[in-house]
């Protein structure tokens, strides 16, 4: 006791001392802001069960993970709008949203499940759930919520399904979407070309948009902003190709065959004629480069709207299906799932998601270019208002990339593999047949 | 005399060429801060906004939001602990291993260079294991001690050079006075050790200040955020980057470091090189 | 001089918080990363791990993109640090050959070494930009190309950019603790050289170098650490693309711990690189020591 004393003595001593001497210590500002992320800093965060001043009305805060992005409009909405409305409508919940990024999430997501400092629900990417669900970190919310039932008869089946496993549903659908073709106009007019039908018209197109502007500056036909499944899907399947066979068991054969080969040398092609881009580091970010005339066309989902209403207001684009090749116009189902994790205060987790997945949030967030997966929200005048037919159309064809547990790995695999291809380190065929083998060990794990 | 003079002023124009060279990217930092954002893409691009295109809307915008100044009283809370405690712990460290002969005091010397050898990202793993265990994640509590454990090896090897400095008669007149250790440390080495304490003081906050890796994996809250953090944010992967919000968060955070650089630079140079000339 | 038991007391109470800060946060990790090295520790096997010896240590050594990232990280330190070296001591004998504004260039010559790696890596990144500024002046104002150059797509011009910067930001640094070292040389030395006929050049190699062969030891340990220590700048600048190619052993470790979940392997080629940094180590102490004898 004496001892302790003592050395507050002397710590007290050292820091009054230092700050004496050093005259350059102090801080300008330990403003009230510091000492208020103080105290929710000493806050354990896995602990919702908060018992400080107001214990008697026994307030519970909920973590929420998403990656809609800092800036973007459904973060906006998210934030000013839904979370306010639902801690309203349930006093003595508090939900605390952070945003990831896309990749950061499942990357947090992984390390938080060692460590016991998961959230109590997040808004995941469908690929990701075959992954977590083997990890154990999943709740099944059909054995564990009495009304689960009556909450997923009011969405969607198809979106539904992407969060079934082996007959138990890890989470709720979310939104859904998926990706088609955007174009920009004016360019499309002065090129004299019309908007690509088939993958062959589509490379043609490439070819013919890219060159230099006004400017003297590069432009292309088309932009990709990154190699991985969710980018080259729509090529490989479009062009009849695959990545697995129907069990999700085998990649050799598929992922090597004759038209997945056909589609990765149709990109590494385009990209050496400098007739597509966008993955590299350097260039220029997909809104921007599709905004300012750099890029003729992209393949994106329903957010863009928004987005580029919002960078580039007179920007004049349309859309159009994917291209179709042998294999028909096929793009890749996207879309999220807002699921539960094991370690979650179970019944405020579950009244958030709910209310997610209720016509009032989904109508809210399909303003911002998110799809609904409710059904009576997908009747409103404003879901009906927000023209989401070509996408709806797209849907009805769209794959969804392998529900396997190692897809991650796969995925940094195949977009490491791609960029051998178009770096002109590995023909195509090369790169394929070595990640095939791979695949398939990874399968077999 | 005058070919002296002209050598004086080829010498001027060189450092200025120089400088010139080494401010270039701040000071087009600083415009890019100053450009609407919309303008970023622009062709020609342009060194120097137009004229009646400067705008501070980007920092009206990084002003306007509480969760930008939240992380700016974060950096400002870790980074000033940070510079506190290790002042505190290395100096007595540093004071203790320069004056007397105890138990393990090699040993102990000899993990603190080792140290200071490894990069301080290589501890990542078990790192981020114990903050796990400590129940730090998420909190700033999970930076600081990390940052003062980072931050003891340089600081204790500095503050110890400036110690064995110190005349060991001073210490002696002391405890002939009938003070004690305590009375030496607080009365004598510290006092003398001042310029290397503030100048590894003015190190550590600036690593604290700038940290990346770490802060990056423990804190996952927006508003628990520090700055690093915060700006590297902005990166979305499919998504545009608003520049002219990355820069002028940017330029906001490059204020309160040059105020604590300018203000204690005299010592700097004396401490930085105490350590090294001697050799 | 004898200490009784309460000078003993007092000892132990001035090192106790620094121990306990060092041990717990320091030392602790270190001998938990020693452990982790020889077992099978990653997402699925947290927590039964499997004893496996010195497989993690072949499995780095055998990995491609670790090789690739190793030479990254020494072709990094190769450059910089002596360009760094030569700059800043270039510097700082112009600012002491100049008798006003000297605090002025200093700091302003000190400031990249006091922004951040992250805005100062944000900042390359835009510059280097194939849209950005640097290709447009190339290209439309000097004309020395006539296609943009793609700075960050490929391995080593993503590199260059990441050594520019760290040179950049290393010049300010070497500056000031070689300013700080020439005012340690002597000037009557410089005084009979002169009357000894001898050339800038000469009194350079023969007065100061030797002068400041302390602090040029100095600057060398620390920048080659610092060498190792890069990984903000190329995880922000290129991300490790194009595939792995720009990664450096950091962030290949970073990667392979938290985004992989190898933890097993990133304690392995932590050890790794630590044994590597106190052979370098050791290796320039050595070399200075040589070289005063010689």
Known sequence: MKERKKLLAIILASVTSLAAITGCGQSPATSESDSKSQETATQAPASTNETKEEASTEEVTINFWHHYSAQSPENETLTTVLIPKFEEENPGIKVNAVSHEWADLHDKILISAQSDTLPDVARLDSAWIPEFQKMGILVPLNKEMSDFNDVAGGLLESAMSTAEIGGDNYGLALNTNTKILYYNVEMFSEAGIAVPKTMDEFADACKKLSGTNANGQQVWGYDEPGLSGWNLCPFIWSMGGSLTNEEQTKATGYLNSKETVAAIEMFANLYKENAITGWNSGDIPMTDGFGTGRYAMLLEGPWKVAELAGAYPDFKYETAPVPAGDGGSISVLGGEDISMFNSANKDAAWKFMKFMTSEYAQVEMAKCGQIPVNKTALETDTVKAADFAPYIEQLQTAKSRPTVACWSEFDSELAAAVTEVVNGDKTAQEAMDELATKVDALLAE | MSKRRLSQLVIYILLIAGLVVVMMPMIYMVSTSLKPNGALYEYPPRFFPKLREITLENYAYILGQKKFIGNFGNSILVSVLTVILSAIVSSALAFCIARFKFPGRSLLFGFIILTMIIPGTTMIVPQYELAVKLNTINSIWGLIPFYVAWVIPYSTFMIKGFVENIPKELDEATYMDGGSILVVFFNVAIPLAKPGIASVSIFNFLTAWEEFPWANTVINDDLKRTLPIAISGFFGQHQFTQWGYVFALSVLSLIPILIVFISCQRFFVQGLTAGSVKG | ?294
């Open chain 3, 1 to 294: 001089m004898k200490f009784n038991a309460k000078s003993r007391m007092q000892i132990l109470l001035l090192l106790l918080p620094g121990l306990l800060v060092f041990g717990i946060f320091t030392v602790y990790p270190i001998i938990r990363l020693f452990w982790m090295s020889f077992f099978k520790w990653d997402f699925g096997s947290f927590l039964d791990q499997e004893f496996i010896a010195l497989e993690n240590y072949r499995t780095v050594l055998a990995d491609e993109n670790f090789r690739i990232a190793f030479t990254n990280t020494i072709v990094y330190t190769l450059i910089t640090v002596p360009a760094q070296m030569a700059i800043g001591l270039l510097v700082a004998m112009l600012i002491n050959s100049i008798n006003h504004v000297k605090i002025g260039f200093r700091v302003a010559y000190y400031l990249p070494v006091i922004t951040s790696w992250v805005i100062a890596s944000l900042v390359f990144k835009y510059v280097f930009n194939t849209e950005g500024l640097l290709n447009y002046f190339l290209t439309n104002v000097i004309h020395v190309t006539s296609q943009n150059v793609r700075w960050l797509d490929s391995r080593w011009s993503g590199m260059t950019v990441a050594m520019l910067l760290g040179i950049w930001k290393g010049i300010g640094w070497n500056m000031v603790v070689f300013l700080a070292a020439l005012q340690t040389v002597p000037l009557e030395l410089y005084e009979s050289a002169s009357l000894d006929g001898a050339g800038s050049w000469q009194k350079f190699i023969h007065i100061t170098l030797p002068g400041i062969r302390g602090t040029i030891l100095f600057a060398l340990v620390m920048l080659t650490i610092g060498g190792f220590n890069v990984y903000t700048s190329t995880k922000l600048i290129t991300g490790g693309k194009p595939g792995h190619d720009t990664e450096v052993v950091l962030s290949w470790m970073y990667y392979k711990a938290f985004s992989n979940g190898k933890f097993g392997y990133s304690a392995a080629l932590s050890f790794i690189i630590a044994i590597v940094l106190a052979i370098l180590a050791v290796l320039q102490f050595r070399l200075m020591q040589n070289k005063d004898e010689g």
